[in-house]
């Protein structure tokens, strides 16, 4: 992990010219409408409501039409394998899912602690909550630098400073699932090949290999670069750095890591017993692998990856020797709960809470 530069900032400023924290900034992304730059306000119905959104979800529902036509597989055979669930082992596969938030909570709340802010634990898993719900019907992992908007609307923490947390998070996960491919991989994949997988695992050392310039990149020479642009650009770049670099300290590595490791087993936890339900017999090294594999397919750019991440599975579980229609149906039955669930309990979890309103 990385140090803070000298840049780094003890903790969060008040509030400046370059940063005014009377009212919070508009959030990022498309262009705001006359109402947000009056209010400060993020209007969420907007940003989903538009052809950006809708063309993102059909490419979505295009993939998913194609998986079908392509696998020559009908939704009556996918059905017919969901009629065996066991319901025993499909409620231990929500219990696990659950669990992934207060141990990402935690991880969130340990990176902003690096940079001098310290929240209660239960509001930052609810906006961990409420970003993924976000992520399910917005492209572009707008989710994300939601929760920098909430947390500086709602405790006025500066919002590039908490997006470089954010960041920080992202690259942990990225580098626990390049690990996670590559052990797993090991041991699971032996003599088995498939294009899918070796192209899965080949965009992941890629991605991994980008992110590890970017950051060079960024950490040695991001001053001299930023001094090239306004001040008010080189203030946003400073503390958006420091919450980047300053939480990824090697201090709090190992604890980073084992609420990483305890992340991503709860995610694979849930695979397993998902798999358990349908009588899909693979070990939990094999649920970690196809939980790793399905996470890098998050990159399609459709809300929360729909019909990347479904194709992702069947090819995966195709390597162990998984019939599709039986893949489908796993993938069907995950998504339920890992995508579905959140927009069901998200909406009105958003609508509802002070966070939405």
Same mark, same amino acid.
């Given at each position: 992990m990385i140090e803070a530069g000298p840049r780094a900032e003890p903790s969060p400023r008040p509030a400046s010219p370059a940063e005014p924290q009377s009212a919070p900034a508009p959030f990022p992304g498309s262009p705001p409408s006359p109402e947000e730059r009056a209010t400060g306000k993020v209007n969420l119905g907007r940003r989903f409501f538009n052809v950006k959104t809708g063309l993102s979800f059909l490419l979505g529902l295009a993939i998913l039409f194609t998986l079908f036509r392509v696998s020559d597989v009908n939704l009556s055979q996918v059905l017919a394998q969901l009629?065996?669930?066991?319901?025993?082992?499909?409620?231990?596969?929500i219990l696990c899912y659950v669990l992934t938030f207060p141990f990402r909570g935690l991880r969130w709340q340990r990176l902003l602690a690096n940079v001098g802010s310290r929240l209660p634990l239960g509001q930052l898993t609810e906006v961990i909550f409420i970003s993924w719900f976000v992520n399910s019907v917005l492209p572009g992992k707008v989710g994300d630098l939601y929760r920098g908007y909430?947390?500086?609307?709602?405790?006025?923490?500066?919002?590039s400073r908490t997006?470089?947390?954010?960041?920080?998070?992202?690259?942990?996960?990225?580098?626990?699932?390049?690990?996670?491919l590559g052990v797993t991989g090991f041991f699971v994949l032996r003599n088995r090949v498939s294009p899918v997988v070796d192209g899965m695992l080949h965009a992941g050392?890629?991605?991994?290999?980008? $992110?590890?310039? !970017?950051?060079?990149? @960024?950490?040695?020479?991001?001053?001299?670069? &930023? *001094? %090239? =642009?306004?001040?008010?650009?080189?203030?946003?770049?400073?503390?958006?750095?420091h919450g980047t670099f300053a939480s990824l300290s090697f201090k709090g590595l190992p604890l980073l890591i084992v609420l990483t490791v305890l992340a991503w087993g709860a995610e694979a936890?849930? $695979?397993?017993? !998902?798999?358990?339900? @349908?009588?899909?017999?693979?070990?939990?090294? &094999? *649920? %970690? =692998?196809?939980?790793?594999?399905?996470?890098?397919?998050?990159?399609?750019?459709?809300?929360g990856g729909l019909g990347?991440?479904?194709?992702?599975?069947?090819?995966?579980?195709?390597?162990?020797?998984?019939?599709?229609?039986?893949?489908?149906?796993?993938?069907?039955?995950?998504?339920?709960?890992?995508?579905?669930?959140?927009?069901?309990?998200g909406l009105p979890a958003f609508l509802l809470t002070k966070r939405g309103r």
């Open positions: 009629s065996q669930v066991d319901p025993r082992f499909y409620v231990l596969a909430l947390l500086r609307r709602e405790h006025g923490l500066s919002l997006v470089g947390t954010v960041v920080a998070e992202r690259v942990v996960d990225l580098v626990g699932l390049v690990g996670l050392w890629i991605g991994l290999a980008l $992110l590890v310039a !970017v950051l060079f990149v @960024l950490y040695h020479f991001g001053d001299r670069l &930023a *001094a %090239l =642009f306004p001040e008010r650009v080189q203030a946003i770049y400073a503390r958006f750095a936890g849930r $695979l397993y017993f !998902v798999m358990q339900a @349908l009588h899909v017999n693979l070990g939990p090294p &094999a *649920a %970690l =692998f196809t939980v790793a594999a399905i996470s890098l397919a998050l990159i399609v750019p459709t809300p990347g991440v479904e194709a992702a599975f069947a090819g995966v579980l195709a390597v162990f020797g998984v019939p599709v229609q039986i893949a489908l149906a796993v993938a069907l039955l995950d998504r339920v709960i890992s995508y579905y669930s959140l927009i069901v309990f």
